[in-house]
């Protein structure tokens, strides 16, 4: 290399470079005060704005628990159904199309086109809880802004049978009526949300967090044994029916539990069908109805009597001439009777002989006592609108009141509450409390009455079902029953209703060691017949035989066949 | 100096790829697990709808019409039904 070739140094002015310098220094500070910009104060901005680029706030759906029966039986289940629902706005559809979806939605065409022309909505639903098949039909169609939401429908394979006890849901999936209602806190689930990141064909590739976790509602089983329920449902049916009764209920307790093996009610309606339910249908006249029981009660009053020491089984009460006059209101028996022992009392169901026994006592005793029975209180079954029944305070009772209060009439009492308090009878003195999900155990009652006293009263009820009784149709082959009729005139107008009346029959079995107690109530049975002997006596009868049976309570009587009673070897109660 | 430099070059590129397969594979994996969640979901939806239907088909009024009308049973006559009873074991030193 030559020294000519060499380049020639030049000198720049020094000020050129710190320019440059400078120029360049200013340009990387504006991009650190744009990042630390960024980077600081718009982080979360920014952030938000990338994530919604690809994550996903999904939702986790939770199921309602399901209802069971104490065999496992489902008697309430929750299945998906689909929603269609437009965004107006969004709606795109040809003429054909929407009379496509006119069919499958069951819609006329120009009904849904007002649905979707109507802008000021965000979204409307065209249709809720369609089955899944109808569901994918519609999404065939590929009509554009329809959408569908996945919801959950409630169905009750029961049906009518079960409805008053498990109730039903709306149409968001909440209870309204029932076990539906009462459990709601333990049927609901929660549904969840979580984020995730989705990739370009909606696919879920990562998990980013789970905001909340689903939780699925918890199943619950019922002490309801279906069997038991099916049958005593047929039989109030068929009961209701042949008397033309309004209306009718059936509740089945196991003694040694508490628990609720059966609750009907007639009429009836179907659960798993919204549209046709009216007030009548719907009520739960077993705990939410009260009415003046009448000659059931009677066996308390007695037992009262018993307690005090006022009477034994055969003291004897003079009952003619069968009326009996208090103050200006007279009392009266239907068959007048001579004097009868306290047993007989209760078997002849005299309302004369009961009024004597009752004005021997203070009537403190006797509230006192039905008030430990349970009545007047809520009995806490676990249903909701449950009745507390009509117990006057004792001292605002004047004698004639006390008199009839003895034989039933002048308070009111749940068919619920009746049956529990016959568990007092029918466990030696001791009131059970009652449980509408299984136990499974026995129950630890509340002695209210001596165990002797019970059996006394046991014995009594025994030989009211006897022929001489007024329900020798509440017999069983098989097994020794033990119960009281009851019949009693319907309250109307502020007076008693003349030919109106309320048919009851309250029992147990089998009496060697009672296993159930079953009420039976008739509203109003209009068919010719109304004594509770004739009308509820053969449902109990009915009922007892195959729930004793399904139960497989062991046999304590001859199987040999009941003989009906003829003309006359029945008694008939006047209440 | 270059050698290393070339050679940690490689192992990171290495790193890199196996990286993006991993993720890759991870991904796959996890779309893989929504898949058989989604599964599980509809299983439990088709165990409640059977659920449904069994207690549908073995409604007791049902049974009770079917056993009646078509195999024409009844149930037994009490009369001609024998109950056993348990009997507590003898031992020998009860034994006569």
């Known amino acids: 290399m030559s020294a000519a070739s060499l380049p020639i140094p030049v000198r720049l002015p020094v000020w050129r470079a710190r320019v440059v310098l400078l120029a360049l220094l200013a340009a990387f500070g504006v991009l650190v005060a744009r990042s630390a910009w960024l980077q600081s104060v718009q982080t979360g901005f920014l952030r938000e704005k990338g994530e919604a680029r690809y994550s996903r706030v999904l939702k986790v759906p939770a199921t309602r628990g399901r209802i069971l029966d104490r065999h496992g039986d489902v008697l309430a289940v929750s299945t998906p159904v689909q929603s269609v629902l437009a965004i107006p706005g969004d709606v795109r559809a040809t003429p054909a199309q929407l009379k496509a979806l006119g069919g499958l939605l069951a819609m006329e065409p120009r009904e849904i086109e007002r649905l979707v022309g109507d802008d000021s909505r965000g979204f409307v639903y065209l249709k809720r809880q369609l089955p899944p098949e109808t569901a994918q039909r519609v999404a065939a169609l590929g009509i554009a802004g329809l959408h569908q939401e996945r919801e959950y429908r409630r169905y009750y394979p029961g049906g009518e049978t079960m409805a008053h006890v498990i109730g039903f849901t709306g149409v968001d999936d909440a209870g309204l009526e029932g076990i539906e209602l009462a459990q709601q806190a333990q049927l609901a689930g929660a549904q969840g949300s979580r984020r995730v990141i989705k990739d370009r064909l909606g696919r879920v590739v990562e998990d980013i967090e789970s905001i909340r976790a689903a939780r699925d509602g918890r199943d619950i089983t019922l002490a309801l044994d279906a069997k038991v329920q099916s049958l005593a449902f047929g039989a109030l049916k068929a009961a209701v029916e042949a008397h033309r009764a309004r209306a009718g209920a059936i509740v089945a307790i196991d003694v040694r539990t508490g628990e609720v093996l059966a609750l009907v009610n007639f009429p009836t309606y179907n659960p798993n069908n919204r549209a046709r339910r009216s007030g009548e249908q719907l009520r739960n006249r077993v705990v939410t109805d009260t009415f003046e029981p009448g000659s059931t009660l009677k066996p308390f009053t007695a037992a009262l009597a018993l307690e005090l020491g006022k009477a034994t089984p055969q003291t004897m009460v003079q009952t003619a001439p069968g009326s009996m006059t208090i103050a200006s209101y007279t009392i009266r028996d239907a068959h007048p009777a001579g004097a009868l022992s306290v047993a007989q009392v209760i078997q002849k169901s005299s309302n004369v002989g009961t009024a004597r026994l009752a004005l021997q006592m203070p009537r403190e005793e006797m509230h006192a006592l039905f008030r430990r029975v349970g009545f007047g209180a809520l009995p806490w079954a676990g249903f909701p609108g449950e009745a507390a029944g009509r117990l006057r305070e004792a001292k605002t009772w004047r004698p004639v009141e006390q008199a009839t209060m003895s034989y039933g009439y002048g308070l009111s009492v749940s068919l619920m509450q009746l049956a529990r308090a016959y568990t007092v009878f029918a466990r030696d003195g001791e009131l059970v409390p009652l449980s509408l999900t299984r136990t499974g155990m026995p129950a630890a009652g509340r002695q209210v009455l001596s165990a002797q006293t019970a059996r006394a009263v046991r014995q009594m009820l025994e030989s009211a079902v006897q022929p001489g009784g007024t329900a020798p149709r509440a017999r069983v082959m098989g097994w020794r029953v033990a119960g009281k009729t009851g019949t009693s005139h319907k309250q109307e107008n502020g007076g008693y209703a003349p030919n109106k009346y309320i048919a009851s029959f309250v029992g147990f079995a089998p009496v060697s060691d009672p296993r159930l107690v079953i009420a039976v109530m008739l509203d109003e049975p209009a068919a010719g017949q109304h004594y509770g002997g004739q009308v509820a006596a053969p449902v109990f009868s009915q009922v007892m035989q195959g729930a004793l049976r399904l139960l497989g309570a062991p046999h304590d009587a001859p199987l040999v066949p009941v003989e009906l009673p003829g003309e006359g070897d029945e008694a008939r109660e006047s209440t | ?96």
Request: charged letters at 30%; one cysteine or more.
């Open chain 2, 1 to 96: 100096m270059a050698k290393l430099n070339l050679l940690l070059l490689l192992v990171l590129v290495v790193c890199a790829l196996g990286l993006v397969t991993s993720q890759h594979k991870s991904r796959k994996l996890f779309s893989e697990l929504e898949r058989e969640q989604e599964r599980t979901r509809q299983l439990e939806i088709e165990y409640g709808q059977l659920q449904l239907e069994a207690s549908t088909w073995g409604l007791h009024s049902r049974i009770e019409r079917i056993a009646g009308a078509t195999l024409g049973m009844r149930a037994p006559d009490p009369r001609r039904v024998r109950t056993v009873q348990k009997l507590e074991p003898v031992t020998d030193k009860e034994a006569p």
